[in-house]
Antibody, heavy 116, light 111 residues
């Protein structure tokens, strides 16, 4: 059974940093593109970033370029999102998603709240 | 990146059919056959309903179908049931297949 379990969310002040993690199981993690997708409270879905299976290519939505970094550790079946210079508008539930490029498996999400 | 355009709401009575549109551009929806649709119930993670325009994952009822014409994709739900009431989002490749984009979402109400 495919499972994606996010962790690392929480409350952070504007300008602060946070690192999200996603533990993957039930499939050969190193074969697949992976994405982060977020959803602000009461709003729609927004694709944030994705990463190639070997980590050699990474792409971002314009609003997070230069502030967020996606990475992965295939040996430990883990996906990460390093978020720096956080802003109030980054407040959202962040989902770890398998990217094929349709998003066939989703984690339960982790809430990031940026507020003073 | 601009979000794909969906109507904010749609509705239908039980057993009726409803179609939700998703309009993009020649750079995203019109440029590929990697359009997908997601269902999201309140407080839950989204669920894949349609991929590659018209393919259904295992376990998704055949009441759900997808199509595309030019820069507009559509999701049709036939034989509406109460449990179909949810938010629906479309998604597509964007920018030469390196990025992804979602529609703004459509709230489907079963009357």
């Amino acid at each position: 059974e495919v499972q994606l379990v996010e962790s690392g969310g929480g409350l952070v002040q504007p300008g602060g940093s946070l690192r999200l993690s996603c533990a993957a199981s039930g499939f050969t993690f190193s074969y697949y593109w992976m994405s982060w997708v977020r959803q602000a409270p009461g709003k729609g879905l927004e694709w944030v970033a994705n990463i190639k299976p070997d980590g050699s290519e990474k792409y971002y939505v314009d609003s997070v370029k230069g502030r967020f970094t996606i990475s992965r550790d295939n040996a430990n079946n883990s996906l990460y999102l390093q978020m720096n210079s956080l802003r109030a508008e980054d407040t959202a539930v962040y989902y770890c998603v398998r990217d094929r490029p349709h998003f066939d498996y989703w984690g339960q999400g982790t809430l990031v709240t940026v507020s003073s | 990146q601009s979000a794909l355009t969906q109507p904010p709401s749609a509705s239908g009575s039980p057993e009726q059919s409803v179609t939700i549109s998703c309009t993009g551009t020649s750079s995203d929806v019109g440029a590929n056959n990697y359009v997908s649709w997601y269902q999201q119930h309140p407080g839950k993670a989204p669920k894949l309903m349609i991929y590659e325009v018209n393919k259904r994952p295992s376990g998704v009822p055949d009441r759900f179908s997808g199509s595309k014409s030019g820069n507009t994709a559509s999701l049709t739900v036939s034989g509406l049931q109460a449990e179909d009431e949810a938010d629906y989002y479309c998604s597509s490749y964007a920018r030469s297949k390196t990025q992804r984009v979602f529609g703004g979402g459509t709230k489907l109400t079963v009357l």
